[in-house]
């Protein structure tokens, strides 16, 4: 990690220990510096730094929802609203919790997306109805069910040569 003033950058080193960890972060410092052929107090006290710095944010175990027996829709949503009333309204949908991701897009207009899930089409259309749409400043919603998924992932950190 080198340190530009005071911007933080990532090295190659940095990229692939992140590269792992993303891979499968209950590695230890250990089987990651093995890999890389680094100790594996090279490798404890770069993701310590990375994560002072912010670039490692969360570890979070991801859940299969339908192994547990918890069948979900996934819905897209795009928004119109009053332009003053944009950041009001995506802020509110952010803290419901069947909201997954909530996000201020331009194109021809201003809009809101956000991705929600519920138990059921019901459940989706009372979310909907009585959340989202009575927020001031909501002109219009578009709903798409998503039927198929053919990838669902994050973005992970790419090294140049890849």
Do not use: C, W
């Not at 490692?56 to 829709?73: F, H, S, W």
């Not at 021809?108 to 899930?117: D, G, P, Q, S």
């Amino acid at each position: 990690m080198k340190s530009k003033s005071q911007d933080v950058s990532l090295d190659d080193l940095d990229k692939q220990i992140l590269r792992l960890l993303q891979e499968d972060a209950k590695q230890t410092y250990g089987e990651i510096g093995n890999k890389l052929k680094f100790a594996h107090s090279t490798v404890y006290d770069r993701i310590q730094k990375m994560e002072q710095a912010g670039f490692i944010t969360k570890y979070e175990a991801i859940v299969d929802t339908e192994k547990m027996g918890i069948p979900l829709i996934t819905a897209h949503m795009i928004i119109t609203t009053d332009p003053k009333e944009t950041e009001n309204i995506a802020n509110k949908m952010a803290k419901y919790s069947q909201v997954l991701e909530v996000a201020t897009s331009f194109s021809e207009e201003l809009v809101i997306t956000a991705k929600v899930v519920a138990k059921d089409q019901a459940e989706l259309h009372s979310f909907v109805a009585r959340s989202i749409a009575p927020l001031p400043g909501v002109l219009r919603i578009r709903t798409a069910i998503v039927t198929r998924k053919f990838k669902e992932e994050r973005f992970r950190v790419r090294l140049r040569k890849e």
